[in-house]
């Protein structure tokens, strides 16, 4: 998760403002988040966090 300016989809940098990201921030490791999405509800587990 970067900023506007550094999203870039190619090399899996989104958006701090992405819907995804929204609902990821403020997690842990281990958790299993459900993200409403335009394609319908998508479960996503946490399996790494890297401060860079």
Known sequence: ???DDEADIKNNLISVNSPIARGLIGKSLDDIVQIQ???????????????L
């Open 1 to 3: 998760i970067v900023g």
């Open 37 to 51: 999405t335009p394609a319908g509800v998508v479960e996503y587990e946490i399996i790494e966090v890297e401060y």
